[in-house]
């Protein structure tokens, strides 16, 4: 039997055109991603200094033991933390003091577009910076991983970027243009320090190396480690359950206030 032709008037229309809230969103999110990808201050601190820190302490300083393993799994926390935080917390911000946000508004954009296209490029600078750290792993440090590990390792840097999106979302509302960098500063390396990103909790003073728990950036190196085995042992539940708390704590405290904003 031959096969009967589509006769739809749509269906040799590619999807975007067939569903224009969705081309919308897909617009949204690639000029989001272009536009910051042209921002220097932005892009190459997001994207290098991760890898200039693993390059230096992963590779050139490491001096066995599993450091390279080790500081693989922080380093993505790092860097994903960083794109997220100054992903949100800068430019929404910057977006408020401007105006953007009160245009956006007022434009025929699907309802979410916005926020929904600055995640996507957070999520996407985080695959991005964790992949570069994978390469230079691989070929340089001498990190040795099963597929599945490099794959799973990669999955979990770039899903933990969601929380710091909230937070940073969270920033953004709360901090003006010209504050918002210092306020997420001001997160974004304490936090680092203090969740073992940087050197191993057993280094830490005690008192420090106990308050850990309290930081995300902690739960998802956890995760991220769990990956490679060297975890503090407890369970990925925990670590899961307190990465979902944060991400929608911090999302619907941001999306109150810019309601009331709005």
């Known amino acids: 039997m031959h096969a009967v032709p589509d006769v739809r008037p749509d269906a040799h229309v590619p999807a975007t055109r067939r569903h224009p809230l969705l081309r919308a969103r897909l617009l949204e999110a690639k000029y989001e991603f272009l536009g910051l990808l042209r921002t220097p201050i932005f892009a190459l601190p997001t994207l290098l200094f991760p890898a200039m820190f693993y390059l230096l302490f992963g590779v050139a300083m490491n001096r066995g033991g599993g450091a390279g393993q080790y500081l693989l799994a922080t380093y993505g926390v790092f860097g994903v933390m960083g794109a997220a935080l100054f992903g949100f917390g800068v430019t929404v911000a910057m977006d ?146 307190v990465l979902l708390a944060v991400t929608i704590g911090f999302f619907v405290l941001a999306h109150a206030r810019l309601a009331r904003r709005g």
């Open 96 to 241: 408020r003091d401007q105006g953007l946000l009160a245009l956006k508004r007022a434009l025929p954009v699907p309802p979410g577009a916005y926020l929904m296209s600055k995640m996507a490029m957070a999520l996407l600078f985080s695959a991005i910076v964790s992949l570069l750290l994978a390469v230079i792993a691989a070929t340089l440090a001498g990190v040795s991983l099963a597929p599945a590990q490099w794959l799973l390792l990669w999955a979990v840097h770039v899903a933990g970027a969601l929380p710091f999106c909230a937070l940073g979302l969270y920033v953004g509302t709360l901090a003006s243009g010209a504050a918002a960098p210092v306020v997420v500063n001001l997160l974004y390396l304490p936090m680092a320090f203090l969740s073992g990103l940087w050197l191993p909790l057993s280094m830490l003073p005690d008192a420090l190396a106990r308050l850990a728990p309290a930081w995300p950036s902690y739960h998802h190196a956890q995760l991220a480690l769990k990956v490679v085995g060297m975890d503090a042992g407890q369970p990925a539940a925990l670590h899961i359950g």
